[in-house]
């Protein structure tokens, strides 16, 4: 049996798991990423982690196939270029420095192509060939799988959907541009707009800690204040899956991540500005579900990303 080993990197915290071809995770745990003061610190964890993982597996090291990190981007290939989560990781080399502490191969992977990665083996993109997944969370990314390959790009960061300018004017993102897609219809976007006009909501008011949760709960209860944060943010969010149905031509979008796949009643909202905002015959040929990995899908795709370095 094969063995391989997932590394999800993340800003609070980072997955490590050893598991098999079928996705099967042995045995995993969790480390915080505040932790260490730099990058290489956390890549002696990490190596630390793997083998502590393998004894407890009654695996040796040498028995992993290889490493699979998804990993906050950009990149350029095995590389964190920069990330506004991990500053003091900046420039580090996730390939060549997990490789180096462990002796194994280690595949990176931006963490939205990673989770397309692990959708396509063990969840809701099994048996396509052509869906881009996306993940709508603190943020919004896209990862691709074309012609029954992953498609990353050049530098291995294709699918940076969140950061598509969408209002010229709008709000100011993290990126330095105005008007991303991640800024109108993210979780952080969401919590945005109610913390702004929680004023003109008897329901939004009445709480002591206003988040992305407490908007859809609203919403649910009737509040039109919420309701409205919804609608527009869910009228964003499909104008730019409209630019992927024009774009690619896939069988399916696979929307995942904390805010969509924990609130399924705002699909209906999103499937109809999608298909508004496409081209009709070809919104006609793609299929819009949820992701089925769930929690799990992040170090899922850290150990799918393993799995088809190595075919």
């Keep these: 049996m094969a063995y391989f080993a ?3 990197i993340g800003g609070t915290k980072i997955a490590i798991g050893i ?3 079928t996705g099967k995770i042995l045995f995993e745990s969790r480390l915080v990423t505040a932790d260490w003061h730099s990058g290489s610190d956390a890549l002696d964890a990490i190596a630390q982690e793997i083998q502590h993982l393998c004894h407890q597996a009654h695996i040796a090291l040498e028995s992993i196939s290889c490493v699979g990190v998804g990993s906050p981007g950009p990149l350029d290939g095995g590389k964190l270029l920069k990330t506004a989560n991990l500053p003091s990781w900046e420039g580090l080399d ?4 997990l490789t180096l502490r462990t002796g194994r191969p280690t595949a990176v992977e931006n963490d939205a192509t990673a989770a397309a990665i692990g959708e396509w083996l063990f969840g809701a993109g099994q048996g396509l060939q052509h869906f881009v997944y996306v993940t709508v969370s603190t943020g919004i990314g896209a990862g691709i799988v074309a012609n029954g390959s992953r498609y990353a790009g050049i530098q ?3 699918g940076e959907l969140g950061h598509i300018v969408l209002k010229p004017d709008g709000p100011l993102c993290r990126c330095g541009r105005h008007g991303c897609l991640e800024t109108l219809a993210s979780g952080t976007a969401i919590q945005k707009a109610a913390l702004e006009q929680a004023n003109h909501s008897r329901y939004l008011k009445s709480l002591s800690v206003i988040n992305t949760s407490a908007v859809f709960e609203g919403a649910r209860q009737g509040d039109e204040t919420c309701q409205s944060i919804l609608f527009e943010a869910g009228k964003y969010l499909g104008l730019g899956l409209s630019y992927l149905v024009n774009l690619f031509n896939p069988q399916a979008i696979i929307l995942g991540g904390g805010v969509v796949v924990n609130q ?3 699909l209906d909202t999103i499937k109809t500005f999608t298909a508004d905002y496409s081209m009709k015959e070809l919104f006609q040929a793609v299929s ?3 992701a089925q990995l769930g929690k799990d899908s992040g170090l899922q795709g850290a150990l799918a990303t393993a799995i088809t ?3």
């Design 6 to 8: 997932g590394v999800d």
């Design 19 to 21: 598991g098999t071809e």
């Design 94 to 97: 996730l390939q060549a420095g």
């Design 156 to 158: 291995g960061n294709a």
């Design 264 to 266: 399924p009643q705002w």
């Design 288 to 290: 819009i579900n949820l």
């Design 309 to 311: 370095s190595q075919v």
